[in-house]
């Protein structure tokens, strides 16, 4: 309502001076009005968004500083309109010293206001492209003025016009540097609307001696000041109209953009005037031609800072997508380049793999807490880069593993690079006060050029799991007896890739109960291997396998489509009576694949599956994994996919972790469901009661007895698993038990009923 009346007020205004200025029509006050009235409108409705409670803090400051400004230019423009009408003479600006008083610190708040807008962080190289890209917007305006202004005079109306003119240029280059740099709590089309509004203000007081030889008693502010209050009411309906959006999304990133044709648009529009003074030979061509080529030296200034940033961020990048985040080491992908390198080398040369396992880290982790884990693996990786030469590649493949790639080095030399890293390896690591010894194993695959690098790499392997056998640090060398009398879990890592083309791999699902009537509410996907020697193998005989060999990538993707075809398959039968949730275990692998989040959600639209229907379990190793662990999470989350953090309460950052990422669920670790009386009810009940503050679903796993199942309810517990309630059955057997539409037997309020 407010932004059409002041359009109309706008319109009406241009119409009736459009009147005036052909045959001039009644009372001069007449002309004066809408811009008043315009300027009262203009401030009602940027009162109005500078009170909506959805918009930031920032945002609203900003906006009550437009209100303070709408507001002297209000009272400055009814000064001038009391000061004409009631003049003997109207010739002059009219433009006094009370005008000027009120005027002036308009201009002032507006860069006071742009100057306390928070903006996105940038480097220095992108603050000095920002900067000469708003330098040549208002360079660029400052010409058209000086160009198409008439010969200013020395009376005391023109210097305050000119002032204002210098003021408003001021502004102009400040709402150009902020529309050029962020977007971050202003809206960009309300700033672009106001950046016009400054622009045709610092214009306005121009055109006054043109007008003043038609008409004396017609002023530039009569037309100018209804659009300038238009654009500022106009400006703030587009932050009103984004304000409900925002509050429904929440708070979004801030789109950076990373051209902007604005300072082009200058260049150009210079150009052509430079072209329209050369051929009119315009007296001030110098100035003209002077200008011009200081914006091309400005643009040439900012393309070449432009260059030098990408060129840095192309390195920046380059380097992320090659080396670990953490250890900076080359990462697999570098890795295996350098060994391909290596085996394709012109010659007969020979070519050493060496592959080094951390003995008990995890240990270190579950005790000590992740970040000293971190610093153990850092000076793992410092004293390992000091053992090679320069030829040489150390790497981490991930976890606790690292591999070196001996170039032109015989067994011999290995021996050597691997008796110095033993030696480096032997000696305690100290990270935050604490001495950490380290037993590592080391595996070394010996091969020549022409030799393929996956061979290489499981010979390294298995060499190091025989290692493994020995005590303290050692390292042993691939020999073919190895692969025929080596562990079984050399072996399963030779037949996991026949057992996923041969479908060997199966889902079980174990129920996720309600403590208090027995409904199955939720279901966890379990994977299973049915060996065709050995029998069916729990995950533990063969996924620490399957991550080793980046297999985990293939099985994980297996597991998650049949999970989610057999939860379609259940709503599609059971309706309402279907699980409500299916819980799904994600690697550590997984989540580091710059295209997960996008396979999930294609399985979702394949099986037409509710985002908030599918939890994808993840580890607290993963939640603190930098980079694209923590990328892809959000990216989860933002799909509608529940997270849940499993085996809680086992790590030492558990707590800290929680409010830095996306989770929705945490499942207390069946060590404190089973734990001693006296031990388990203070860390499941402190588990509980944190799950309610922090607005989390709790659930209470490897639940085995029914004063387990009692105390859990009694703590708060609304949801178990566990042996107790149902072992992991086959989807036919959990299909019947959801046709029965009966609840499982064990839960305290059932067995009361009994």
């Keep these: 309502m407010m932004l059409r009346t002041s359009a109309?007020?706008?319109?009406?205004?241009?119409?009736?001076?459009?009147?005036?200025?052909?045959?001039?029509?009644?009372?001069?006050?007449?002309?004066?009005?809408?811009?008043?009235?315009?300027?009262?409108?203009?401030?009602?409705?940027?009162?109005r968004t500078a009170s909506l409670p959805a918009l930031p803090a920032p945002t609203r400051r900003f906006w009550?500083?437009?209100?303070?400004?709408?507001a002297l230019i209000t009272l400055a423009v009814?000064?001038?309109?009391?000061?004409?009408?009631?003049?003997?003479?109207?010739?002059?600006?009219?433009?006094?010293?009370?005008?000027?008083?009120?005027?002036?610190?308009?201009?002032?708040?507006?860069?006071?206001?742009?100057?306390?807008?928070?903006?996105?962080?940038?480097?220095?190289?992108?603050?000095?492209?920002?900067?000469?890209?708003?330098?040549?917007?208002?360079?660029?305006?400052?010409?058209?003025?000086?160009?198409?202004?008439?010969?200013?005079?020395?009376?005391?109306?023109?210097?305050?016009?000119?002032?204002?003119?210098?003021?408003?240029?001021?502004?102009?280059?400040?709402?150009?540097?902020?529309?050029?740099?962020?977007?971050?709590?202003?809206?960009?089309?309300?700033?672009?609307?106001?950046?016009?509004?400054?622009?045709v203000g610092a214009l306005a007081p121009l055109v006054r001696p043109v007008l003043e030889r038609i008409d004396p008693t017609l002023f530039p502010g009569m037309v100018v000041y209804p659009a300038i209050f238009l654009c500022a009411a106009w400006a703030a309906e587009h932050q009103r109209a984004?304000?409900?959006?925002?509050?429904?999304?929440?708070?979004?990133?801030?789109?950076?953009?990373?051209?902007?044709?604005?300072?082009?648009?200058?260049?150009?529009?210079?150009?052509?005037?430079?072209?329209?003074?050369t051929l009119g030979e315009a007296a001030d061509e110098t100035i003209?031609?002077?200008?011009?080529?200081?914006?091309?030296?400005?643009?040439?200034?900012?393309?070449?800072?432009?260059?030098?940033?990408?060129?840095?961020?192309?390195?920046?990048?380059?380097?992320?997508?090659?080396?670990?985040?953490?250890?900076?080491?080359?990462?697999?992908?570098l890795f295996q380049t350098r060994l391909q390198k290596a085996l394709t080398a012109p010659g007969d040369r020979p070519v050493a793999v060496a592959l080094i396992d951390l003995d008990d880290f995890k240990e270190v982790n579950d005790t000590l807490g992740h970040e000293v884990g971190d610093q153990l693996l850092i000076g793992v990786a410092q004293r390992l880069e000091g053992c090679i030469r320069a030829e040489d590649t150390v790497a981490r493949l991930g976890g606790d593993e690292f591999v070196v790639v001996l170039d032109d080095a015989d067994p011999q030399a290995a021996d050597l690079a691997a008796e110095r890293m033993s030696n480096a390896l032997r000696q305690p690591v100290y990270a935050d006060g604490h001495e950490l010894p380290i037993r590592a194993s080391i595996g070394i695959a010996d091969g020549r050029s022409g030799d393929e690098a996956s061979v290489l790499l499981r010979h390294a392997d298995i060499a190091m799991y025989a290692a493994k056998k020995l005590a303290g640090t050692a390292y042993?060398?691939?020999?073919?007896?190895?692969?025929?009398?080596?562990?079984?879990?050399?072996?399963?890592?030779?037949?996991?890739?026949d057992a996923l083309a041969a479908g060997e791999f199966f889902l079980l699902y174990q129920p996720i109960v309600d403590l208090v009537d027995g409904r199955v509410t939720g279901t966890e996907a379990l994977?299973?291997?049915?060996?065709?020697?050995?029998?069916?193998?729990?995950?533990?005989?063969?996924?620490?396998?399957?991550?080793?060999?980046?297999?985990?990538?293939?099985?994980?993707?297996?597991?998650?489509r049949t999970a989610f075809a057999q939860l379609a398959a259940w709503i599609a039968e059971h309706g309402d009576a279907a699980p409500r949730s299916l819980n799904v275990n994600v690697s550590a692998r997984d989540l580091r694949e710059p295209g997960f989040a996008e396979t999930v959600a294609a399985l979702l639209a394949e099986h037409d599956l509710p985002a908030d229907r599918v939890v994808l379990e993840i580890t607290?190793?993963?939640?603190?994994?930098?980079?694209?662990?923590?990328?892809?999470?959000?990216?989860?989350?933002?799909?509608?996919?529940?997270?849940?953090?499993?085996?809680?309460?086992?790590?030492?950052?558990?707590?800290?972790?929680?409010?830095?990422?996306?989770?929705?669920?945490?499942?207390?670790?069946?060590?404190?469901?089973?734990?001693?009386?006296?031990?388990?009810?203070?860390?499941?009940?402190?588990?509980?009661?944190?799950?309610?503050?922090?607005?989390?679903?709790?659930?209470?796993?490897?639940?085995?007895?029914?004063?387990?199942?009692?105390?859990?309810?009694?703590?708060?517990?609304?949801?178990?698993?566990?042996?107790?309630?149902?072992?992991?059955?086959?989807?036919?057997?959990?299909?019947?038990l959801l046709r029965s539409g009966a609840g499982l037997p064990g839960t305290p309020v059932g067995m009361s009923r009994a």
């Design 527 to 560: 994977v299973r291997w049915a060996h065709p020697v050995r029998g069916t193998l729990a995950p533990d005989a063969f996924i620490p396998v399957a991550e080793r060999t980046g297999l985990i990538v293939p099985l994980g993707a297996l597991v998650m």
């Design 8 to 47: 109309g007020i706008a319109v009406a205004a241009l119409v009736w001076f459009a009147v005036n200025l052909l045959v001039p029509v009644g009372p001069r006050v007449l002309l004066w009005l809408p811009t008043v009235a315009a300027g009262v409108v203009s401030l009602l409705a940027l009162r």
């Design 288 to 333: 003209v031609v002077a200008a011009a080529v200081t914006l091309t030296a400005i643009v040439v200034l900012r393309q070449l800072i432009a260059f030098r940033d990408n060129n840095r961020l192309l390195q920046r990048l380059d380097h992320g997508a090659t080396h670990d985040a953490l250890t900076q080491l080359p990462n697999r992908a």
């Design 78 to 199: 009814s000064v001038q309109a009391a000061d004409v009408l009631t003049a003997a003479d109207p010739r002059g600006s009219h433009t006094g010293n009370l005008m000027l008083s009120l005027s002036g610190p308009a201009v002032l708040i507006i860069i006071y206001a742009l100057y306390r807008l928070p903006l996105d962080p940038r480097t220095p190289g992108e603050v000095t492209r920002v900067v000469l890209d708003a330098g040549t917007v208002a360079l660029s305006a400052t010409l058209f003025i000086w160009h198409f202004s008439p010969t200013l005079g020395s009376g005391v109306g023109t210097a305050v016009s000119l002032l204002l003119t210098v003021l408003s240029l001021l502004a102009l280059f400040a709402v150009s540097k902020v529309i050029l740099s962020s977007h971050m709590h202003v809206s960009g089309p309300a700033l672009r609307l106001l950046a016009a509004a400054i622009f």
């Design 620 to 736: 607290e190793t993963m939640a603190l994994e930098p980079g694209l662990s923590v990328t892809n999470l959000h990216r989860l989350r933002a799909l509608g996919v529940r997270i849940s953090l499993d085996d809680f309460g086992t790590g030492h950052s558990t707590l800290s972790m929680l409010h830095e990422c996306p989770i929705d669920e945490i499942k207390l670790d069946r060590s404190f469901t089973q734990a001693e009386p006296d031990d388990r009810v203070p860390m499941s009940a402190a588990v509980i009661h944190l799950a309610q503050v922090l607005g989390l679903h709790a659930v209470a796993e490897g639940v085995e007895t029914a004063e387990q199942a009692e105390m859990l309810l009694a703590q708060g517990y609304i949801a178990a698993q566990g042996y107790h309630f149902a072992r992991p059955m086959t989807p036919e057997m959990l299909g019947d």
């Design 476 to 497: 042993l060398h691939y020999e073919a007896g190895m692969a025929n009398t080596g562990t079984a879990h050399a072996h399963l890592g030779a037949e996991l890739r």
């Design 64 to 70: 009550w500083h437009m209100t303070a400004v709408v």
């Design 242 to 277: 984004e304000a409900v959006p925002a509050r429904r999304r929440g708070v979004q990133p801030a789109r950076r953009r990373s051209f902007s044709a604005l300072p082009y648009v200058a260049v150009a529009a210079v150009d052509a005037l430079l072209v329209h003074v």
